[in-house]
């Protein structure tokens, strides 16, 4: 078993594949609604980091459960990371967010926002490469600083830019985009034995 190394580049990784900028727009309008902002900021980041926990004890198992190779998954995985990193560049037409409640809308937030399947097959890779604790050690500091964004933005939300977060989250969806290529190809390598 590895010991754990906190890696930074690891952590910044995490915390672009988490994206927490794209799901202000959910934020905002629960602020329009006059719903309770920080307590959804503080437990929709808590439901994620407990979903990535799982993740991380139970998903390499699921390897052997479907009969799966890991260069195939990083495949698939590296699949999944391309469309969503394609999706956050995308300009899109105004999103219209319909907010039904607090608890919904912590679901929503929680996964498939941060936690969705790109964030899913991304762990479990790495939890199968490096191992649980590895993970478990960069996971953590990825979470509070998706924490430390999401409570920030709660604080500012009335004043908040939605240009500025859009850029922002369209620049991290490029390092996602890249992220995945690499995926794609060291899956790609390894299934022809390259």
Known sequence: MEWAIINYALIVQLFVLLNPLSSFPFLMAAYR?????????????????????????????????????????????????????????????????????????????????????????????????LGQFTVLANLIPAFILVGVVFISFAYVVPKANANLINISSRILGLFLTAVAVEMIFTGVKGLWGI
Do not use: C, Q, W
């Open 33 to 129: 609604k006059k719903l309770d902002v920080k307590s959804i900021a503080v437990f929709s980041v808590l439901t994620a980091f407990v979903i990535a926990l799982l993740i991380t004890f139970i998903g390499p198992y699921l390897f052997e459960f479907f009969g799966i190779t890991l260069n195939s998954f990083r495949v698939a995985g590296g699949i999944v990371l391309l469309l969503l990193g394609l999706d956050t560049i995308r300009p899109k037409e105004k999103e219209i967010v319909n907010v039904e409640g607090v608890h919904s809308l912590i679901s929503i937030i929680a996964t498939p926002m941060l936690t969705g399947p790109a964030t899913i097959s991304y762990i479990t890779i790495k939890t199968y490469e």
